[in-house]
């Protein structure tokens, strides 16, 4: 197929989906199939409908059933038993997602009815059964491909049916995604695949011209689960002819939005002890709301996100080389627009980490300040016994030690090395650059003899304020006495 036969299927479908679009609207308001959901913590007393599902489902289909009645006009090899392996388990969550919008339907009987749809597109041949990595290739057995194809399809699904909190932006985010697997399909080339993600593109932008803040008709469940679903799908339809880290790899990154955002509510129901299908105004969007965007403001970020996510995808296309340098952008990005996003739950868990890792600092302390005990018992020297205690404090951010109050003044200035006389009849041992400046601060421990005699006081110390010194219980239990020396 030719470029301009894109743009033809293209125009037609948004022609299509604008017409269907506004019919589907007016139709609903008409018999009163409206709602009045929340946004962003507000009520929308708007009659807006919910069933722009239908139109979208609709103008696909129709190009769909076209190409596949009338395969010389198209020149597509798009078989019957290849659309019915794709459209009837995409038709099956369409008819699910439009059931709970004008009903309800259980979170338990969502996922159920969305494992049995990607169960039948893996029993119709698309799944992931290979892996290419930067080390090679690998065939998946179908005991961990299947699992896997489940995974995807589930999480691809509901991530855009999350997203669709703010006006536009499930359908724009979809929009950005489809675009760049329309990319990789002619790259491929897989002319097929290039078919119907134009027609689903065109689809989609036809709806966003009465979906964008302020809308006048919502996606629903059947707009987002189905759009979801056939985006998950043409990512496994591609890896037919095409690696699997392009095909799959590629439209994860693309995805990325969508899938960040089901990642995020995943740990924070985790971390908050929700239920995981509990609901909550949460979501990377109602967070953008809460610091004071607008909707429309709001979602144009998004999008700007959804972009960046789509062209460091396409990045892929270089090869396993890039795969290091696209991972780390999109990992420092992620990382820095989740703490600006200011989530309580992920605080507390970053306290926690930094508590663990104090804790395991000090147990270090306390195993080397026993250490240290044990080799304080057979010093024979003040040399040895300043390089015991060198060797334990400096790492723990002391600079020094001194005695104070001992008998060891008592004893030949030649067996004292390296301890030195200070002011006021004190014995001092520093590896810090400066000795003459006074402590910042000290501990005092006491120090006794075996018979249990006042010995004096044993004084490790630091110069810096700046620092602090991490000690555990066990460093009162710096086994000093007279046998020691």
Not at 2 to 22: A, D, G
Not at 170 to 190: D, H, Q
Not at 193 to 203: D, E, K, P, R, W
Not at 373 to 394: G, N, P, Q, W
Request: aromatic letters at 10%; hydrophobic letters at 50%.
């Amino acid at each position: 197929m030719n470029p301009s036969s894109y743009l033809i299927f293209f125009v037609i479908s948004l022609t299509l989906s604008l017409f269907f679009t506004r019919g589907v609207r007016n139709f609903a308001i008409a018999h009163g199939l409206v709602g009045t959901p929340g946004r962003d913590g507000q009520a929308d007393t708007r009659p807006v409908p919910r069933l722009g599902g239908v139109a979208i489902c609709v103008s696909f289909m129709c190009l769909a059933v076209a190409a596949l009645l009338f395969p010389k006009w198209t020149g597509l090899p798009l078989t019957a038993g290849m659309a019915i392996r794709i459209f009837v388990p995409a038709l099956l969550v369409f008819l699910l997602g439009l059931y709970d919008d004008l009903r309800s339907v259980h979170a338990y009987w969502k996922f159920g009815v969305q494992i049995l749809a990607a169960l039948l597109i893996y029993m119709g041949g698309f799944g992931i059964h290979e892996l290419h990595l930067l080390r090679g290739e690998y065939v998946l057995r179908p005991s961990i491909s299947l699992p896997l194809t489940v995974l995807w399809v589930l999480v691809i699904t509901n991530a855009f049916n999350l997203i669709d909190g703010l006006d536009g932006l499930a359908a724009g985010s979809a929009l950005f995604s489809t675009g760049v697997v329309f990319v990789v399909s002619l790259l491929s080339p897989n002319s097929t695949l290039a078919f119907l993600t134009i027609v689903m593109a065109g689809a989609i932008l036809g709806f966003l011209r009465f979906n964008f803040p302020p809308a006048t008709i919502f996606l629903g469940d059947s707009g987002s689960l189905f759009i979801g679903f056939m985006l998950s799908v043409l990512a496994l339809v591609g890896s037919q002819k095409a690696p699997t880290m392009v095909a799959v790899a590629i439209p994860t990154v693309s995805f990325g939005l969508p899938i960040l955002d089901v990642a995020l509510a995943v740990m924070r129901r985790f971390l908050g002890g929700k239920p995981l299908f509990s609901r909550d105004n949460d979501h990377i969007h109602h967070k953008l709301v809460k610091l004071g965007l607008s909707q429309r403001g709001a979602v144009l970020i998004l999008y700007a996100v959804t972009a960046g996510f789509g062209f460091m995808s396409l990045a892929l296309l270089r090869g396993r080389q890039a795969i290091a340098l696209v991972l780390a952008a999109v990992g420092i990005g992620v990382w820095i627009g989740i703490y600006q996003l200011h989530y309580v739950e992920f605080t507390v868990f970053q306290d926690l980490l930094a508590g663990t890792m104090q804790r395991k600092r000090i147990l270090a302390n306390n195993v080397n300040i026993r250490r240290a005990t044990e080799s304080l018992r057979s010093c024979e020297d003040f040399r040895a016994l300043c390089t015991t205690l060198e060797d334990t404090l400096h790492p723990i951010g002391f600079d020094g030690f001194r005695f104070k109050n001992t008998s060891i003044s008592n004893l030949p200035e030649s067996l004292l090395a390296p301890l030195h006389m200070a002011p006021g009849g004190e014995f001092r041992c520093s590896w810090a650059e400066s000795e003459t400046t006074e402590p910042a601060w000290e501990i005092q421990l006491k120090l006794e003899t075996s018979t249990g005699c006042n010995w004096g006081a044993f004084l490790p110390f630091q110069r810096s304020s700046g620092k602090t010194a991490i000690c555990g219980s066990e460093s009162s239990q710096l086994g000093l006495s007279r046998k020691s020396f």
